[in-house]
């Protein structure tokens, strides 16, 4: 079993940055993928970043030249870094590792929430 805790959420004005960190139990974080995720008030949770565990990594269209998504193996840490934030970031960022070992896994954080204030 993985456990992720999540930490960096908070509030910021627009314009402004955060950095997300997910933590990860166990040892098999080098081979997974990393994705974060968001989830705003009456809207449905959307992928904002992923990372392979060969490093590649994916954006969404409206964070890209924004976020940057990277992970740190030695530390079982996947990062989200957030500048220009804008109101419509708002969420709560939740961190998800997925693997495939003869059948898919996944394990989900609890969620952090990012407030960008205009």
């Known amino acids: 079993q993985v456990q992720l805790v999540e930490s960096g959420g908070g509030l910021v004005q627009a314009g402004g940055s955060l950095r997300l960190s997910c933590a990860a139990s166990g040892t098999i974080f080098s081979i997974t993928r990393a994705g974060w995720y968001r989830q705003a008030p009456g809207k449905q949770r959307e992928l904002v970043a992923a990372i392979t565990s060969g490093g590649s990594t994916s954006y969404a269209d409206s964070v890209k030249g924004r976020f940057t998504i990277s992970r740190d193996n030695a530390k079982n840490t996947v990062y989200l870094q957030m500048n220009i934030l804008k109101p419509e970031d708002t969420a709560v960022y939740y961190c998800?590792?997925?693997?495939?070992?003869?059948?898919?896994?996944?394990?989900w954080g609890q969620g952090t929430q990012v407030t960008v204030s205009s």
């Open positions: 998800k590792l997925d693997y495939t070992w003869g059948k898919s896994y996944e394990f």
